[in-house]
């Protein structure tokens, strides 16, 4: 049987604190060890919260599954923000380029309900909207329209998989 322990941690600088040691002691594992891996793992998230799920073995030996961080927090990351807009849809705290959009949406591929391509950039555009974001100058919502049109449609084509 194996054992699951779920946490969310900076990239990078996830500890033996809690949560992740009280929850790794009782497993037996080297929680050392399995922080050091988390670190390497992670090193590219620094900055934002990642989920991560330690599995260990009857035999004390770990796996460490790397999550994805949350659409907002990639968007964060992008604009260099801390925070969103107070209030989605009047204040603007950042802009961003449709490949900003689209680099955001390949890295949630995999962990999103979104069918293609096409659908995760208007999610990430959706979660724009509620930052306060816009793209190229524009608001989410014009960009969404314009997707909806295929205005974009050059753009948005990596491959004939994902149109």
């Not at 260099?80 to 961003?96: H, I």
């Not at 050059?154 to 149109?163: I, Q």
């Given at each position: 049987m194996k054992s699951r322990v779920k946490v969310l941690v900076e990239g990078g600088k996830a500890?033996?604190?809690?949560?992740?040691?009280?929850?790794?002691?009782?497993?037996?594992?080297?929680?050392?060890?399995v922080v050091a891996k988390i670190n390497e793992k992670t090193a590219s998230f620094s900055g934002m919260k990642v989920p991560v799920t330690v599995v260990v073995d009857k035999n004390k030996q770990f796996?460490?599954?790397?999550?994805?961080?949350?659409?907002?927090?990639?968007?964060?990351?992008?604009?260099?923000?801390?925070?969103?807009?107070?209030?989605?849809?009047?204040?603007?705290?950042?802009?961003?380029?449709?490949?900003?959009?689209?680099?955001?949406?390949?890295?949630?591929?995999?962990?999103?309900?979104?069918?293609?391509?096409?659908a995760a950039v208007?999610?990430?555009l959706g979660t724009c909207l509620s930052l306060g974001a816009t793209i190229n100058g524009k608001d989410a919502h014009e960009v969404q329209k314009e997707i909806v049109e295929g205005k974009h449609d050059?753009?948005?084509?990596?491959?004939?998989?994902?149109?």
């Open positions: 500890s033996a604190g809690p949560p992740l040691g009280p929850a790794l002691g009782p497993l037996g594992v080297n929680v050392g060890q796996e460490i599954e790397i999550g994805s961080p949350p659409v907002s927090a990639l968007i964060k990351k992008e604009l260099g923000l801390e925070k969103g807009a107070k209030t989605s849809g009047t204040e603007v705290v950042g802009n961003l380029t449709l490949s900003q959009v689209l680099n955001i949406a390949k890295m949630k591929s995999g962990t999103t309900i979104a069918k293609n391509l096409k208007m999610e990430v050059g753009e948005l084509r990596v491959d004939a998989g994902n149109s």
